[in-house]
C-alpha cells in the first residue's frame, strides 16, 4: 500500500508589513518634537506700547509683565514684586544665557517698571529688555 505525503509548505497568507511604516512615522514625531520652538509667556495679555526701533529677541527669554492694574506676573502666576528678585533668580539657574525681558502694559505705572527691571539686575542679569511692538504689529 502506497502511503500519500502531505507536505504542508510553510507559506504564509500575504499581507503587508507595518515595521518600515512605523520606523518613519516614529521618526518623523521625534523630528518634529525636536526641531519645534515653544513660545514662552508670561501668563497675562499686555498692550504693548509701539515703537520703531524695536528689534526681536532671539535668546531663550524670562518674561516679566507689568498690567495697567499694577499686577506682575512671571512663570504664568501673579507675584509681588518684592519676590521678582528670588524668582529671577531661580529662572536663571535654568536658563543661564537668557535674558529677562519685560512686557509692560503701555497704561502700567513707569514706577512699577522701575522696579520690576531694578529687581531682576539685583538678580544678577546684565541685560534687562523693555518689549514693545513695531508699527506693523
Known sequence: MRMRRYSHSGEEEPGIDLTPMLDVVFIMLIFFIVTSSFIKESGVEVNRPQAD?????????????VTADGQVWLDKQAVDVRTVRAHVER??????????????????????????????RLAGVPDVALAASTESN
Not at 526701533?53 to 509683565?65: H, R, V, Y
Not at 529662572?91 to 513707569?110: H, K, M, S
Open 53 to 65: 526701533t524695536a528689534s526681536s529677541q532671539d535668546k531663550g527669554n524670562i518674561l516679566i509683565a
Open 91 to 120: 529662572l536663571r539657574q535654568e536658563q543661564p544665557d537668557g535674558i529677562v525681558v519685560v512686557q509692560a502694559d503701555q497704561d502700567a505705572r513707569t514706577g512699577l517698571v522701575v522696579q520690576v527691571m531694578d529687581q531682576a
